[in-house]
C-alpha cells in the first residue's frame, strides 16, 4: 500500500511515517502540508491512498475535484469528529473512509487496510445517516425548498459573502453589527449546508439566483 500524508503539523507528519514504516505492507511516498503539494505529489507518484489530516479544516470543494482527478486514490479524513453530518459532508467531497480522533494507531492501519480492501466500519448510526443521504441523493430536493429556506436579509448577506466581503465590510454595507453579521453568515451556512465561507462564495457565483429567491421568498411571506 503507497501512501501520501497531507497534515500541516511536521510532527503529526514523521510520527506517522514511524508507524507506517513497522507495517511491511505500508510505504510512505510523501508528507506534504497542503493541497497544491498533495497535488504535486500525485502527479509524481502511483499512490494507492491519501491520508488527510482534517483536524485543522479542509476545503472539501478542493477534496472533491481532487477525488475527480485522481479517482482510483483512496482519500481517507485522519481526525474526523464521527458525527453523521462530518463523515456525510466527507463522503460527498471523495473521502472514501475516515479515522476518527479517538482512534488508535492499531486501529488506523486497520481502518487503511478495510478502505483499500473496500471496506468501511462505521457506528450504526453513521451507517443509517449514509443509507438516508444515498436516498436523498437519488431523490434530491428541489433547489428552491434550500433556497427559500433564506431570508431576504440573509440573502444579502449571501450576495455580499459572493463579492468577497468580510464580516466588517458587509456589516458596513448593511448597517447592520459584526455580530449581527457573523449570525446572518451563520445561518446563511447552515441552511445551505456548506462547512465554510469560502464554499458559499463559489455556491452564490455558480448559483446566483439564490439571492433572487431569497429576497422573493420575503416578498410572498409579507402579503
Known amino acids: 500500500m503507497k501512501i501520501i500524508v497531507l497534515t500541516p503539523v511536521r510532527l503529526l507528519g514523521d510520527g506517522l511515517v514511524a508507524c507506517f514504516e513497522r507495517q511491511p505492507e505500508m510505504t510512505v511516498l510523501a508528507i506534504v502540508s497542503g493541497l497544491e503539494g498533495l497535488k504535486h505529489s500525485l502527479a509524481s507518484h502511483l499512490a494507492d491512498l491519501v491520508l488527510i ?14 477525488a475527480a482527478q485522481w479517482p482510483d486514490v483512496a482519500l481517507v479524513a485522519l481526525g474526523l469528529n464521527e458525527q453523521r453530518g462530518e463523515v456525510i459532508r466527507c463522503g460527498r467531497a471523495g473521502f472514501t473512509g475516515y479515522v476518527s480522533r479517538e482512534a488508535s494507531l492499531d486501529t488506523l492501519c486497520k481502518a487503511l487496510c478495510d478502505v483499500i480492501e473496500g471496506k468501511l466500519a462505521c457506528p450504526a448510526e453513521i451507517s443509517s445517516g449514509l443509507l438516508r443521504a444515498l436516498f436523498r441523493a437519488d431523490h434530491p430536493p428541489n433547489d428552491s425548498a434550500l433556497e427559500q429556506a433564506l431570508t431576504k436579509r440573509e440573502g444579502e448577506v449571501l450576495k455580499l459573502i459572493g463579492e468577497g466581503l468580510s464580516n466588517k ?8 453589527s459584526v455580530a449581527t453579521v457573523k449570525h446572518h453568515v451563520h445561518n446563511v451556512l ?3 449546508n456548506l462547512p465554510r465561507r469560502a464554499q458559499a462564495m463559489r455556491r452564490v457565483r455558480d448559483a446566483p439566483w439564490l439571492v433572487a429567491n431569497a429576497n422573493q421568498e420575503d416578498s410572498i411571506r409579507a402579503r
Open 53 to 66: 489530516d482534517v483536524t485543522h479544516g479542509v476545503d472539501l470543494y478542493d477534496i472533491r475535484a481532487i
Open 169 to 176: 465590510e458587509i456589516a458596513r454595507e448593511l448597517v447592520l
Open 190 to 192: 447552515d441552511k445551505l
